[in-house]
């Protein structure tokens, strides 16, 4: 299966990555699990990998999925993190360029206390951001007067938000798409919405998935099959599990129709 979309730039951030850590793909492929000549193929985009893959490459290069999805800077590779330490993301003010017009939206907040003591002012403040541009994390505030006046109380809506269409998304080898659903770098957690082709399965191989953290599924439509351990739960719509993902793991569409479901992954911080 070749990849598609964001997909399609995934090999290239293994291969920067990976020679940025002065790894063959053989030694790589030992490190994570699989051969040689299937990392060789997922950098040149030739093929797509599996569920199992993908956490076996991300551990032992140690990088994010959010690097993987193309969220984190592309021109920067990112360092290797301590095992199962995952620092928070810290979004930085937007960037406005020479002649370019903020576009604001009015808010008002408590400012602070004038200087005879009177108690606090609330005043009208504008937060700003580019015209046509992403907003970030932190916005410039600008009082009544039009001065700045610090950081933003609260981030733009559309920093905690992540519109449907656009998502950014991983097609896997076994007809599973992963559809990224946190609108900011965050490589603490890994929230996704899997969608499940019929017949479809977490991996191709056939063999489990292990990796750190806590997990959580929830099944948002159709049948999904959940191999844990030596068990295995058929989940409906709107049934869901939690576990130590350190125990093998799989997940298989047995049916002919789509399903979909709700996967979070919370990474150990120490």
Request: charged share 25%.
């Amino acid at each position: 299966m070749k990849p598609e979309g964001e997909s399609a730039g995934l090999g290239g951030r293994l291969r920067r990555v990976r020679a940025e850590r002065g790894l063959s793909l053989r030694e790589l492929g030992k490190l994570a699990g699989c051969s040689a000549s299937l990392i060789s193929q997922v950098e040149r985009g030739q093929t797509a990998p599996s569920a199992g893959v993908i956490y076996g490459i991300a551990n032992a290069l140690e990088i994010s999925l959010d690097y993987l999805f193309g969220v984190a800077d592309s021109e920067e590779i990112p360092a290797p993190a301590s095992r199962g330490a995952r620092a928070p993301h810290v979004a930085g003010p937007p960037h406005i360029g020479e002649g370019e017009t903020p576009r604001f939206v009015t808010a008002t907040a408590t400012i602070g206390a004038p200087a005879n003591g009177s108690g606090p002012t609330t005043r009208t403040v504008r937060i700003g951001a580019p015209e046509g541009r992403e907003k970030t994390g932190t916005s410039v505030l600008e009082a009544d007067g039009g001065a700045p006046t610090g950081p933003a109380l609260e981030p733009p809506a559309e920093t905690i938000v992540q519109r449907r269409g656009r998502r950014r998304t991983i097609d896997l080898a076994s007809g599973v798409r992963w559809e990224r659903l946190t609108p900011q770098q965050d490589a603490r957690v890994d929230f996704l919405e899997v969608v499940y082709a019929p017949y479809g399965r977490s991996t191709d191989t056939r063999c489990p998935i292990r990796h750190d953290g806590r997990e959580y599924q929830l099944v948002l439509m159709g049948t999904l099959h959940a191999d844990v351990g030596f068990e295995t739960y058929v989940l409906e719509a709107g049934d869901s599990l939690a576990f130590d993902p350190a125990t093998p793991h799989q997940y298989r569409n047995m049916t002919g129709e789509e399903v979909r479901a709700i996967s979070v992954v919370v990474h150990h911080s120490d």
